[in-house]
């Protein structure tokens, strides 16, 4: 008797197109994703199973462009680090479908409250992120979560997500020499974790604590 393997039949993550060819419309929506994934690669450095995709498309139907968020968020999963590392996020390979979706909007806003909330909501995403870098009247940051097929605003900032074991929040800090809000991951007591270069401003005070010039050493 022969095995069938459906996914054989299915194009694999290497021969679908890695994007939408589509540029970011400001530089916050390359950057905030940027920083909750550098952030994770130190804070889940020892863990194997998640991936953090920033501007990737994930492709949930083979016959169907893939959606491409501004950044997002699967767990049980598996961490490459070989050289070529993923080229695009297809579902039915990666048989995950992300935990949390994040949108920077833009001036113009690009369907966050129609065509992308309903389809995120139909993938099955848990946590749909928003965030408007000018907002001023509202709150910058929504969280919703899919309950009974339907995205619920969440409060609070930080915001908890218990399935992830991470809040996300936003408050002032400093990210490649740039002073704003920005988007961050807290532990369950409400304490943001540390930047990358926040840990390298602390390495280097302890040294100059113990009497070494860290500049000397590069």
């Known amino acids: ?5 459906p996914l054989a039949c299915l194009p694999s993550s290497e021969e679908l197109p890695d994007s939408d060819d589509t540029a970011v419309d400001n530089e916050l929506q390359d950057l905030i994703p940027g920083l909750l994934k ?3 690669a130190i804070a889940w450095a020892d863990r194997m199973d998640w991936f953090f995709g920033a501007d990737m498309g994930v492709y949930y139907d083979p016959n169907l462009p893939a959606i491409v968020p501004d950044g997002f968020l699967s767990l049980g999963v598996e961490r490459f680090f070989d050289e070529n590392l993923r080229l695009s996020y297809a579902i039915w390979e990666e048989e995950q479908v992300p935990m949390l ?3 920077v909007v833009s001036q113009t806003y690009r369907g966050e409250y129609t065509t992308k909330k309903e389809q995120y909501a139909k993938l099955g995403v848990l946590y749909y992120v928003i965030y408007h870098p000018t907002r001023r009247r509202k709150s910058r940051l929504e969280v919703y979560k899919l309950v009974s097929n339907e ?15 991470l809040g996300i929040g936003s408050e002032q800090g400093i990210y490649q020499g740039i002073t704003r809000e920005w988007l961050f991951w807290y532990n369950e007591q409400g304490l943001r974790l540390r930047t990358p270069e926040e840990r390298v401003q602390i390495l280097a005070q302890k040294l100059r604590e113990l009497g070494v010039d860290p ?3 590069l």
């Open 1 to 5: 008797m022969l095995d069938y393997n």
């Open 151 to 165: 995205y619920q605003l969440l409060s609070g900032n930080p915001v908890w997500l218990p399935e992830v074991g």
């Open 38 to 40: 550098a952030i994770l």
């Open 101 to 103: 979706v994040l949108e």
């Open 215 to 217: 500049d000397a050493l």
